[in-house]
């Protein structure tokens, strides 16, 4: 079954304490894991999109890495205004259907 | 401004009355989707369009129906709506489905 896991559900940092979020996939025949910013009340806005195994992509203070297994969201520093939830989906490759994972929930406090 | 707009944003409806979700992008995309947003579930899509004329389903696609008769526009319809379909609903397009996909500002349904 094709699925998305990504942990922790929620996370809280320090500003400027770096960590990572993580999403794990079992999806057939992956097309690309994409990551996505999620504000309160609004609709999800695209970060990243990786294609293949040890594929890197960086934004500002975002690093998204991609295994065969799993992906990696890694922040640099935060500082407040990254408190957001973070999406990770993948897309499957036979169907064009998307998977999402449920989130991980980030605050980021000064 | 590239957009993807919904309507309506707020709806409160009763068991079994039809009702319409509008989608409306103007970029020319080709994709089109609709997904629900639950609590600890995630985004969940129901029906995506490759094109025109052409959909399909996703993984939560019953209780609902979706047509494709113009590139633009990808209306979301629930013929019977009941209690366990409140939800918050988004529809999302892009240019083919491999590529970054922008979503719409969401609507709100309560199903009484």
């Known amino acids: 079954e094709d699925q998305v896991t990504q942990s922790p559900e929620a996370l809280r940092l320090q500003e400027g304490e770096s960590s990572s979020l993580n999403c794990s996939y079992t999806?057939?025949?992956?097309?690309?894991l994409f990551w996505y910013r999620q504000d309160p009340g609004k609709g999800p806005e695209f970060l990243f999109t990786?294609?293949?195994a040890g594929e890197e992509k960086e934004k500002e203070r975002l690093k998204a890495t991609l295994t065969k297994k799993e992906s990696f969201l890694h922040i640099t520093a935060p500082k407040p205004e990254d408190s957001a939830t973070y999406l990770c989906?993948?897309?499957?490759?036979?169907?064009?259907?998307?998977?999402f994972g449920s989130g991980t929930k980030l605050n980021v406090k000064p | 401004e590239a957009q993807v707009t919904q309507n309506p944003r707020y709806l409160i409806t009763v068991t079994g009355k039809k009702l319409t979700v509008t989608c409306s992008q103007n970029?020319?995309?080709?994709?089109m989707s609709w997904y629900r947003q639950d609590p600890g579930l995630g985004l969940r899509q129901i029906y995506y369009s490759m094109n025109v004329e052409v959909t399909d389903k996703g993984d939560v696609p019953e209780g609902y129906k979706v047509s494709r008769k113009e590139k633009r526009n990808f209306p979301l319809i629930l013929e019977s709506p009941s209690p366990n379909q409140t939800s918050l609903y988004f529809c999302a397009s892009s240019f083919g489905g491999r590529n970054e996909q922008f979503f719409g500002p969401g609507t709100r349904l309560t199903v009484l």
């Open positions: 990786l294609y293949s």
């Open positions: 989906a993948a897309l499957n490759g036979g169907f064009n259907k998307f998977y």
């Open positions: 970029m020319n995309h080709e994709y």
């Open positions: 999806v057939s025949g992956l097309r690309g």
